[in-house]
């Protein structure tokens, strides 16, 4: 990948800078009429599997029975039963780690480098890199403590519990092989706790992106083998991630192949790319190499 192009991490708030590391931004404003190829998902490398992590297959009925325990009736914060050994909690970690019912329990919650960008009230899901690292360490969790119930602490808020569900399901899809039908009845009671995802448009969003459709679509990618522990050797994250990145593109290969999406470019700016009120634009000359790469020969604008 080009070295004048490094990785930049737009953030939320106004009040904080607009990129992580700003002496790199300095040097990509220096470099802009640099040229060379980028390479974006076909990666040589094989990088190591995660470890095969057996989950008890829990059938789909509401008995108690199936979590190895009876009706849990202990006094704090509330655990709900999510599949075999594993639990929710509505809290975050760091409320619950000294009370004594979790004495004896794991306690986990999602990694604080496992994030999402938003661009305006929009919180979720998560892109498939963030996917990825999830499955590894949950399945790293889970098999260091395997005679150990996991009290997955998903957050205080509605947003952070929906994007934990999303994991929990996601990992059941990719590392498990569950049918997304399958994880919407096993999760159902946590699912009607979650919000639903919304655009990120400036208007008020007129949709719901429910859970069930995300799952339903990450398991349809997995069918068609884009996605998958079995196929994510191949995919050159560093480049998914960098290209992730508002800052530098905001570009999808959302059909292998066949079709990208992407930032929609101005002409009226100066430069390769200019920021204006903490959000980046960029020239159509700016993506002329990484479409080159990607054997890109047709550009169509959905929007006005």
């Known amino acids: 990948m080009c070295d004048a192009m490094p990785m930049f991490y ?10 992580s590391n700003p002496s790199a931004a300095a040097k990509r404003n220096d470099n802009q009429e640099s040229s060379g190829k980028r390479i974006f998902l076909v990666n040589s490398k094989q990088k190591s599997k995660s470890p095969n992590l057996a989950v008890d297959y829990v059938p789909e009925t509401s ?16 655990l709900t ?8 909690v509505e809290t975050d970690a ?52 395997p005679d150990k119930q996991v009290a997955f602490c998903g957050g205080s808020t ?23 039908r399958k994880v919407a009845t096993q999760l159902h009671e946590l699912t009607t706790r979650c919000e639903a995802y919304c655009d990120i448009t400036k208007c008020p969003s007129n949709f719901g992106l429910n ?9 349809q990618a ?17 480049s998914y991630e960098h290209y992730d990145d508002p800052g530098n593109g ?40 990484i479409f080159d790469e990607l054997n890109v020969d047709c550009v169509i604008r959905l929007n006005a």
């Open 63 to 78: 008995s108690d029975a199936m979590f190895g325990m009876g009706p849990l009736s202990r006094d704090g914060p509330s």
């Open 94 to 145: 760091a409320d619950v780690r000294h009370l004594p019912m979790f004495r004896d329990m794991c306690v986990f919650s999602t990694p604080e480098d496992i994030v999402y960008y938003p661009f305006r009230e929009d919180f979720g899901p998560f892109n498939l890199s963030m996917v990825y690292k999830f499955c590894r360490i949950f399945s790293k969790v889970l098999s260091d403590e």
């Open 222 to 238: 997995k069918e068609l083998g884009w996605c998958g522990t079995r196929t994510a050797s191949k995919i050159d994250m560093e």
């Open 158 to 180: 509605s947003k952070r519990f929906t994007n934990s569900t999303f994991l929990l399901g996601a990992y059941l899809i990719l590392e498990q092989g569950w049918s997304p």
């Open 211 to 219: 859970l069930e459709d995300c799952w339903a679509g990450l398991a």
């Open 10 to 19: 737009p953030q939320a708030h106004s009040d904080r800078p607009l990129y």
């Open 81 to 88: 039963p999510a599949v075999g050994r594993i639990f929710l």
């Open 250 to 289: 905001d570009l999808h290969e959302v059909v292998p192949g066949k079709l990208i999406a992407f930032k929609g470019p101005r002409s009226d700016i100066d430069h390769w790319w200019v920021d204006v009120d903490g959000i980046r634009h960029f020239q159509p000359v700016y993506f002329h190499d």
